[in-house]
């Protein structure tokens, strides 16, 4: 991380890390695509986020830019608050600043957000005022909201999961319990919430950007403005 290329906007190595790091011309780029991850993404995981940046970033080509934005402490995946979105909603202040800077600083740049696991729920939290063009949520165990109107956003909100993703397998549901409210409620890949959703392939839960996968291609599409193929589209 320390090598000079490697271009950072942000970066805390306390309380498992924070990193805010940009692959390709963000002062050239037309283009942004900020990555928001999922729990059990830290500083010592962080690989998995890089590399998944750097393959959206050449499908996306040179007038794009991505953002991985590990700017919020993740939870374990096997834990009490990976089921709660307590950890999401701390996350949110700093989501929407971000972005409302990014916004400022490219007035004229078309921003997606692109929303992992439990990425989707920081980023449903975020959604209401923030000027992006696309929510892409993507392996996520729900959302909160019961449909896309509740995120009050204008940007268009994009759903897909894997053939092969865990993640199906978590009921839609909220269970208030004595010391949390468990569970994420509406699947966002479900037509009772009405988001577009994408073709995203066979693939696993950690699958979304591997190179070659349907679901990258997809992804590259939504950010691009290009034609999606979609396997649902819900009123």
């Known amino acids: 991380m320390a090598d000079a290329s490697r271009r950072f906007l942000a970066f805390?190595?306390?309380?498992?890390g924070r990193a805010v790091e940009v692959f390709g011309d963000l002062a050239t780029a037309g283009t942004i695509a900020v990555l928001v991850p999922g729990s059990d993404t830290n500083l010592d995981k962080y690989g998995l986020l890089r590399g998944g940046s750097m393959r959206l970033r050449e499908a996306l080509g040179d007038r794009a830019a991505v953002v991985a934005w590990l700017g919020y402490r993740t939870p374990s995946t096997v834990s009490l608050a990976a089921m709660s979105a307590g950890w999401a909603d701390r996350a949110v202040p700093e989501l929407r600043a971000f972005v409302r800077e990014l916004a400022a600083a490219k007035p004229a740049a078309a921003i997606s957000l692109l929303c992992h696991s439990y990425g989707?729920?920081?980023?449903?939290?975020?959604?209401?005022?923030?000027?992006?063009?696309?929510?892409?949520?993507?392996?996520?165990?729900?959302?909160?909201?019961?449909?896309?109107?509740?995120?009050?956003?204008?940007?268009?909100?994009?759903?897909?999961?894997?053939?092969?993703?865990?993640?199906?397998?978590?009921?839609?549901?909220?269970?208030?319990?004595?010391?949390?409210?468990?569970?994420?409620?509406?699947?966002?890949?479900?037509?009772?919430?009405?988001?577009?959703?994408?073709?995203?392939?066979?693939?696993?839960?950690?699958?979304?950007?591997?190179?070659?996968?349907?679901?990258?291609?997809?992804?590259?599409?939504?950010?691009?403005?290009?034609?999606?193929?979609?396997?649902?589209?819900?009123?």
């Open 120 to 235: 989707s729920v920081v980023c449903a939290r975020a959604a209401p005022g923030l000027d992006v063009r696309n929510i892409a949520l993507y392996g996520s165990p729900g959302v909160i909201a019961p449909n896309v109107a509740a995120l009050r956003t204008r940007a268009t909100v994009w759903a897909g999961r894997g053939g092969g993703d865990w993640v199906a397998r978590i009921p839609s549901v909220r269970l208030r319990l004595p010391f949390l409210t468990a569970g994420f409620g509406t699947d966002p890949v479900s037509p009772q919430f009405g988001a577009h959703v994408f073709a995203a392939g066979g693939g696993g839960h950690s699958d979304y950007l591997r190179s070659g996968s349907p679901a990258l291609e997809s992804i590259a599409r939504i950010v691009t403005g290009q034609a999606v193929r979609e396997v649902g589209r819900h009123a």
């Open 12 to 16: 805390d190595g306390r309380d498992g």
